[in-house]
């Protein structure tokens, strides 16, 4: 698995995509969490939509994890191990809580073994980063995620980041509202279940 000396990225990482790649096991309060990345594919189609990665570097990937199935299988576990790094970090920030030392640790190796941003380029898309020589596999699929976790640790919306108030969902988020104060992943999902549920508690105590 391996990059060329420059590669552009599609574009720069938003602050949010390391908390959406922590999400891809969610439902982490329950006694069997779902996972979304099952296999090294289900993480190349993760990186494709979500950190900009070319289609055809996509293609490539994908043909090499069918001849190197083994090695496609331990590179998935190193991904996975790297994600739940983040999420113990980012979580521990959310309770206000300081993280543990070995997660920032582990953090800061990832980014040191990438490559830096080295320049602003033109793509199709408008512009990217120019990084330069080839990170090690893993890290290069997941440069993207690592700048993101990066800056929003260094960033002024790291007091925003939550996590789902719902002990089941435990899903990290950055609070953009108003008022500062969401408690939910979504209204639609969460919020609506914790109102069901408050709903039903009032209603079995005025029937009892």
């Known amino acids: 698995m391996t990059g060329g000396a420059e590669t552009p990225w599609i574009a720069a990482p938003g602050e949010e995509l390391c908390l959406d790649y922590a999400n891809t096991r969610y439902w982490r309060g ?34 090499w994890a069918a001849a190197e199935p083994a090695a496609a299988s331990a590179l998935r576990t190193e991904a996975i191990e790297l994600r ?9 920030l959310a309770e206000n ?3 543990a030392p070995a997660n920032l640790e582990w953090l800061n190796r990832a980014l040191a073994a ?10 199709e898309a408008g512009f990217g980063w120019r990084v330069g020589s080839a990170a090690p596999a893993v890290l ?19 007091a ?43 209603k079995k105590g005025r029937t009892v």
């Open 140 to 158: 290069q699929l997941l440069t993207p995620v690592l700048w993101s976790a990066g800056d929003l640790l260094v960033g002024k919306r790291l």
């Open 30 to 63: 329950t006694a069997s969490p779902t996972e979304e990345l099952s296999g090294f594919g289900d993480l190349v189609a993760w990186c494709a939509a979500k950190t900009g990665l070319p289609a055809g570097q996509a293609a490539a990937l994908a043909a």
């Open 114 to 123: 990438v490559a830096g941003r080295r320049a602003i380029a033109p793509t």
């Open 160 to 202: 925003k980041v939550r996590h789902c108030a719902n002990p089941d969902c435990e899903w990290l988020f950055i609070d953009d509202s108003k008022s500062g104060n969401r408690r939910w992943c979504s209204m639609s999902a969460c919020g609506n279940r914790a109102k069901a549920h408050r709903h039903y508690a009032r």
């Open 84 to 92: 739940e790094a983040i999420y113990r970090l980012f979580h521990a």
């Open 97 to 99: 809580s300081a993280p």
